[in-house]
């Protein structure tokens, strides 16, 4: 099951990145279309980050594909970055492998806020503060 869904989501982020006309915000608000779902649902986070909490009681083959899936995620948050920083898009304050992590980690820990306290406003607000962030304080407001 976990393979399912970590490969389901890498294949998605692989189309998004391959095409190189798109923005980086573009492709950064594709990546965040699960998040906001998941949000949406009452009970519903990502599969590896609430396994993530369990670690020490998975088997170590579930235990590395978790560990795998938040590496090339932040992985690939590091390219998007770095290609937002590239095209001018992004005003990173930091290495971009740095800020994948704040991003994501960030992303994670707001969906395990939110399904604690069922305000999805948690999600909105760190991707508002993300997105001003990256982008220098010229990102719109989420609304």
Same mark, same amino acid.
């Given at each position: 099951?976990?393979?399912?869904?970590?490969?389901?989501?890498?294949?998605? $982020?692989?189309?998004?990145?391959?095409? &190189?006309?798109?923005?980086?915000?573009?492709? $950064?608000?594709?990546?965040?279309?699960?998040? @906001?779902?998941?949000?949406?649902?009452?009970?519903?986070?990502?599969?590896?980050?609430? #396994?993530?909490?369990?670690?020490?009681? @998975?088997?170590?083959?579930?235990? &590395?594909?978790? !560990?795998?899936?938040?590496?090339?995620?932040?992985?690939? #948050?590091?390219?998007?970055?770095?290609?937002?920083?590239?095209?001018?898009?992004?005003? @990173?304050?930091? &290495?971009?492998?740095?800020?994948?992590? #704040?991003?994501?980690?960030?992303?994670?820990? !707001? #969906? $395990?806020?939110?399904?604690?306290?069922?305000?999805?406003?948690? $999600?909105? &607000?760190?991707?508002?503060? @993300?997105?001003?962030?990256?982008?220098?304080?010229?990102?719109?407001?989420?609304?």
């Amino acid at each position: 099951m976990v393979d399912r869904y970590a490969d389901r989501f890498g294949a998605a $982020l692989e189309v998004i990145a391959a095409d &190189d006309g798109q923005s980086a915000m573009a492709m $950064l608000d594709h990546y965040l279309e699960p998040y @906001l779902i998941f949000a949406g649902t009452p009970d519903r986070v990502c599969l590896c980050g609430a #396994l993530a909490g369990e670690m020490p009681a @998975l088997p170590e083959p579930v235990r &590395d594909r978790v !560990a795998r899936f938040f590496t090339e995620h932040q992985a690939w #948050l590091a390219a998007t970055l770095e290609r937002g920083r590239r095209r001018g898009e992004f005003a @990173l304050r930091d &290495d971009p492998a740095k800020m994948a992590r #704040l991003v994501f980690g960030a992303l994670q820990g !707001a #969906l $395990l806020v939110k399904r604690t306290t069922n305000d999805a406003s948690q $999600l909105h &607000d760190v991707i508002a503060v @993300l997105k001003h962030g990256l982008t220098g304080g010229t990102a719109q407001p989420a609304g």
